[in-house]
Each structure stands twice: as structure tokens, then as C-alpha cells.
């Protein structure tokens, strides 16, 4: 993971948002296949109801299953144009 913040809307201070940035699909893989991650949505899931999940970039078949395994709602955002900077 190269980044990772907490993000506080700022027009309602009671909402956040979390980002993270993975160099490629194998290390965002290994972070959905860590067990901690569960025992955090469910935890999460009993203090907020609108969890989803947004991925700003092409993924492959392997990350959307699972995604898929996670039970959260998501949108994927592929990247047609452009590059980035972390």
C-alpha cells in the first residue's frame, strides 16, 4: 500500500472517507485476503449502513471476485486515459 488516509467530509463532519493506493492487483489481493479486513466490516457494518466501495483504475478478474467476497456494494472507475502520481 503506498498510500492511505482517512478522509472527513467537509460539509457533514460525522462522514469520512477512506483512500488507499496499491502498486498493482497482487498487493490490493493480499490486502482483501487478510483476515483483519473482515473482522473490520463487520465491525464497521454495525456503526454505519452506507459502506461501497469506489476503484479508480482497470482491475483484473482476480480482484473483482474478490471484491465480490466482501459482500460490499462497489463501482469500478476504468482507466481509459491518462496516468498517476503517488
Known amino acids: 500500500m503506498f498510500h492511505h488516509t482517512f478522509d472527513q467530509d467537509p460539509d457533514y463532519s460525522l462522514r469520512f ?9 497482487d498487493a490490493l489481493l493480499a490486502h ?4 483483519a ?9 454495525a456503526l ?9 483504475r482497470t482491475v483484473g478478474d482476480k480482484v473483482i471476485k474478490a471484491i ?6 462497489y463501482k469500478i ?5 491518462g496516468y498517476g502520481r503517488v
Open 68 to 73: 465480490n467476497g466482501t459482500g460490499v456494494p
Open 17 to 25: 472517507g477512506c483512500s488507499e493506493v496499491y502498486k498493482k492487483d
Open 77 to 81: 472507475f476504468k482507466t481509459k486515459l
Open 48 to 56: 454505519e449502513t452506507d459502506l461501497s466501495f469506489e476503484y479508480y
Open 37 to 45: 479486513l473482515s473482522v473490520y466490516l463487520e465491525a464497521y457494518a
Open 32 to 35: 482483501l485476503a487478510n483476515p
